[in-house]
């Protein structure tokens, strides 16, 4: 495989360490594939992808981008349809097609954590990535998720997503999180935003073990509440990287649901390459 070009885009970009992970494992598999970064912002989205090559097989898609890329596409895979955002395009003949590798990669990431199935959950942020995490939610047979939001209304999609995909969602204030307890959290706020202590205790006291999604801003202040209860909390790099392998399993044969040659030693090298190892 030889002649194939890739690139993660967003804005900020500096940060990412997909470059890092993605590059790992190709020189790992023999792949002459090159993997680099792009500051892209929403205005110059279209421009940018429209003005790609032919050597340009894939892209990798982060904030803010993910609802363009889904726009963007002609075909969407099952989890972007739901979620109605994409962190990956694939070349097609006919254009684009859109994959949402997140809505797994919280799924593999919740499993290594020892998460494979759940009744109740919470899930604290409403934006792009709590509508992934809901799906992921679901497919692990989770019945009942609440959103605890610092504006409401910003759950009222997340509401609907949950009559679509057969949970049972109510909201809170994050100010007000309910004292319900649930079997699981998963944190979708940015990276460096501020959660009072007493919330974020309230979250932690009846949270379940936490998967926070951010990276780069380890420890986050309900990470904090959680080692403070006692109780498990991991950051959001499990997330990164089993997301990154469903990225590349798309890369290379337009599927998600086939594994790479050696995968197991493949995320091996991904993981070493994610912690800078």
Not at 17 to 30: D, E, I, R, V, W
Not at 35 to 49: K, N, T
Request: aromatic residues 6%; hydrophobic residues 45%.
């Amino acid at each position: 495989m030889s002649d194939v070009a890739l690139e993660v885009w967003g804005d900020p970009i500096d940060h990412s360490l997909s470059p890092a992970m993605h590059t790992a494992a190709y020189g790992f598999l023999g792949w002459d594939w090159t993997y680099g970064r792009r500051r892209v912002d929403e205005c110059s989205f279209h421009a940018e992808l429209t003005g790609l090559d032919a050597a340009h097989r894939g892209l990798s898609l982060t904030m803010p981008l993910k609802h363009a890329a889904f726009a963007a596409a002609a075909e969407r895979d099952a989890r972007a349809i739901l979620t109605g955002a994409a962190n990956t395009l694939v070349r097609t003949g006919d254009g684009w097609r859109a994959f949402n590798t997140d809505v797994g990669g919280i799924v593999a990431a919740l499993g290594e954590q020892g998460i494979v199935s759940a009744h109740r959950a919470r899930i604290v942020g409403a934006g792009a990535t709590a509508s992934a995490a809901l799906v992921a939610l679901a497919e692990l047979g989770v019945g009942e998720v609440e959103i605890v939001a610092r504006r409401p209304e910003a759950a009222a999609t997340l509401v609907d997503l949950g009559h679509r995909v057969g949970v049972h969602v109510t909201t809170a204030l994050l100010s007000e999180p309910a004292e319900r307890r649930v079997d699981v959290t998963i944190a979708t706020l940015p990276g460096g935003v501020s959660v009072e202590d007493s919330v974020a205790g309230a979250l932690a006291a009846t949270g379940g073990p936490l998967m926070d999604v951010v990276y780069g801003h380890w420890p986050t202040d309900l990470s904090r509440a959680w080692d403070r209860a006692g109780d498990s909390a991991r950051g959001g790099e499990g997330m990164l990287l089993h997301q990154a392998v469903l990225q590349i399993r798309a890369f290379a044969t337009g599927r998600v649901d086939e594994p790479l040659p050696r995968e197991a030693e493949v995320v091996a090298v991904m993981r070493r390459a994610l912690v800078g190892d």
